[in-house]
């Protein structure tokens, strides 16, 4: 059922997970990486392609700027929202 919600969206398994982790408020790719088990460079590349796609976004910390922060836009939510509602 998942796979099927996933294609609907036209999200991998790790895009989602990406977005949810945001969205459940790991903001820094680190704290991404920890959460999901997988390398830094991975999340940075997942994250590459939600940033083109418009479902997510990236500033730079206020208070340490060598730290990045995702936000999902209203449009990576969405697509959140209706995965997780099944």
């Known amino acids: 059922m998942l796979h099927l919600l996933l294609r609907e969206q036209r999200l991998t398994f790790s895009q989602f997970m990406v977005l949810a982790g945001v969205s459940s408020g790991f903001t820094t790719p680190s704290s991404l990486a920890s959460t999901l088990k997988v390398t830094v ?19 730079l910390d206020s208070k340490d700027r060598r730290v990045h922060r995702f936000a999902l836009t209203e449009l990576g939510q969405s697509k959140v929202n209706a995965i997780l509602a099944g």
Request: proline letters at 0%.
């Open 41 to 59: 460079v991975s999340i940075s590349d997942i994250a590459s392609r939600l940033l083109e796609s418009a479902l997510l976004t990236s500033s």
